[in-house]
């Protein structure tokens, strides 16, 4: 009678869900309410289930969700109840105590990738926006566009014999006020 309301969950599967729980607990002093800590767990987990890049559109599929929690999980990238920089500096604290020893390091100090992208935008009224030097070689491209300029920060990690980028933090770095 139990497995008609409860279903059985293999073994694995909850393993998995209370490693990704207790790499989620230190970051609780950045959510104001325990409802912004478990929306940040649900947003956490459709980023890893996504099936593509489409921003809060493909969380939502991902989560197998309906089109109207929409706005829901887009609310919560608004609201004020989740602390960015405590979060990002809670973040760095927990990949040094979970990567403490799959971390490369050189000379004693971890390696630190650096990357910056920049993404056209057509909006008229969205944050960030401005306009952008393209380098680019060829005249096919025109040599400025309106968009973000997005930079991001990861430590290298080997795991398997694999090198990971674990990401630290990504930031519209230009155009914002």
Request: charged share 20%; glycine share 6%.
């Given at each position: 009678?139990?497995?008609?309301?409860?279903?059985?969950?293999?073994?694995?599967?909850?393993?998995?869900?209370?490693?990704?729980?207790?790499?989620?607990?230190?970051?609780?002093?950045?959510?104001?309410?325990?409802?912004?800590?478990?929306w940040l767990a649900v947003v956490l987990a459709a980023l890893c289930l996504r099936p593509d890049l489409a921003g809060v559109t493909s969380l939502v599929?991902?989560?197998?969700?309906?089109?109207?929690?929409?706005?829901?999980?887009?609310?919560?990238?608004?609201?004020?109840?989740?602390?960015?920089?405590?979060?990002?500096?809670?973040?760095q604290e927990t990949l040094q105590r979970l990567f403490r020893r799959p971390l490369v390091r050189v000379n004693g100090r971890a390696v630190v990738l650096?990357?910056?992208?920049?993404?056209?935008?057509?909006?008229?009224?969205?944050?960030?926006?401005?306009?952008?030097?393209?380098?680019?070689?060829?005249?096919?491209?025109?040599?400025?566009?309106?968009?973000?300029?997005?930079?991001?920060?990861?430590?290298?990690?080997?795991?398997?014999?694999?090198?990971?980028?674990?990401?630290?933090?990504?930031?519209?770095?230009?155009?914002?006020?």
């Amino acid at each position: 009678m139990s497995t008609l309301f409860f279903p059985r969950v293999p073994q694995r599967s909850v393993l998995l869900w209370r490693a990704f729980w207790r790499a989620l607990q230190p970051l609780r002093p950045a959510c104001a309410r325990t409802t912004t800590l478990l929306w940040l767990a649900v947003v956490l987990a459709a980023l890893c289930l996504r099936p593509d890049l489409a921003g809060v559109t493909s969380l939502v599929r991902g989560l197998g969700w309906s089109e109207a929690s929409y706005y829901g999980v887009l609310h919560f990238f608004h609201s004020p109840a989740l602390d960015l920089e405590l979060l990002t500096r809670l973040w760095q604290e927990t990949l040094q105590r979970l990567f403490r020893r799959p971390l490369v390091r050189v000379n004693g100090r971890a390696v630190v990738l650096v990357d910056g992208l920049k993404r056209p935008k057509e909006g008229k009224k969205m944050p960030g926006v401005k306009s952008l030097h393209q380098e680019s070689h060829g005249n096919a491209k025109a040599s400025f566009i309106m968009g973000h300029s997005l930079q991001a920060v990861a430590v290298l990690a080997q795991a398997a014999g694999v090198y990971l980028a674990v990401p630290v933090a990504a930031r519209i770095h230009e155009g914002v006020v």
